[in-house]
């Protein structure tokens, strides 16, 4: 079976940090992009960043560009995002998602095959 385990949520201060992280099984992992979403409450699901396994090519979004950082650990078949200077409007449930044949990075939903079961991420201010 297909999985990937999102983790590393919770709660955090304005200005605060996180880590999450996607481990992924069932999947040639260097086959595939991982992306990064978040959907906020009474809003559309949107993309946040990815990573092609392919080729390392890096997407982010203009709304975290500059504070995130997505990475990843072969040896874990794990993708990592870290957050850095949260903001309240971060406040969302993130989930990590996987795209075949991951050569193009991209944060179009319906390109993504597989997904996962979400993390809350809540921003106080």
């Known amino acids: 079976d297909v999985q990937l385990q999102a983790s590393g949520g919770g709660l955090v201060e304005a200005g605060g940090s996180l880590r999450l992280s996607c481990v992924v099984s069932?999947?040639?992992?260097?086959?595939?992009?991982i992306g990064w979403f978040r959907q906020a409450p009474g809003k559309e699901r949107e993309g946040v960043s990815c990573?092609?396994?392919?080729?390392?090519?890096?997407y982010y979004s203009d709304s975290v560009k500059g504070r995130f950082t997505i990475s990843s650990d072969n040896a874990k078949n794990t993708v990592y995002l870290q957050m850095n200077s949260l903001k309240p409007e971060g406040t969302a449930v993130y989930y990590c998602?996987?795209?075949?044949?991951?050569?193009?990075?991209?944060?179009?939903?319906?390109?993504?095959?597989?997904w996962g079961q979400g993390t809350q991420v809540t921003v106080s201010s």
């Open positions: 069932g999947i040639s992992f260097d086959e595939y992009a």
């Open positions: 998602a996987a795209n075949y044949p991951g050569d193009v990075v991209t944060t179009r939903l319906w390109e993504y095959d597989y």
């Open positions: 990573i092609s396994k392919r080729d390392g090519s890096i």
